[in-house]
Nanobody
Framework: QVQLVESGGGLVQAGGSLRLSCVASGSIVGIFAMGWYRQAPGKQRDLVASISTGGITTYGESMKGRSTISRNNAKNTVYLQMNSLKPEDTAVYYC??????????????WGQGTQVTVSS
């Protein structure tokens, strides 16, 4: 019913930047919170950043000060600008959205993930 598709991942040198995008499609009435999480091999999935419907942002400790989350509600899209990337930022980055698919039904949806690799 709802699909999230991420893009923008890839290989970058330490100190570089990447901008991730995630667009939602399907039977969408509205989107509440949007966010980005990441998971490195052997580690749990952690919050990178989230943004509420009203634009209030929350950042995880891992990339605080080096990342900026934003959203375009008209395009059902969330972005993550990442700067000053470090090798320890290497992970699969997942998009997450809390989506209303009808006036009485909402749910949590995830993208398939996009790989970010930072070389030293």
């Amino acid at each position: 019913q709802v699909q999230l598709v991420e893009s923008g991942g890839g290989l970058v040198q330490a100190g570089g930047s990447l901008r991730l995008s995630c667009v939602a499609s399907g039977s969408i009435v509205g989107i509440f919170a949007m966010g980005w999480y990441r998971q490195a091999p052997g580690k749990q999935r952690d919050l990178v950043a989230s943004i509420s419907t009203g634009g209030i942002t929350t950042y995880g400790e891992s990339m605080k000060g080096r990342s900026t989350i934003s959203r375009n509600n008209a395009k059902n899209t969330v972005y993550l600008q990442m700067n000053s990337l470090k090798p320890e930022d290497t992970a699969v980055y997942y998009c997450n959205m809390y989506v209303s698919i009808s006036p009485f039904r909402s749910g949590d949806y995830w993208g398939q993930g996009t790989q970010v690799t930072v070389s030293s």
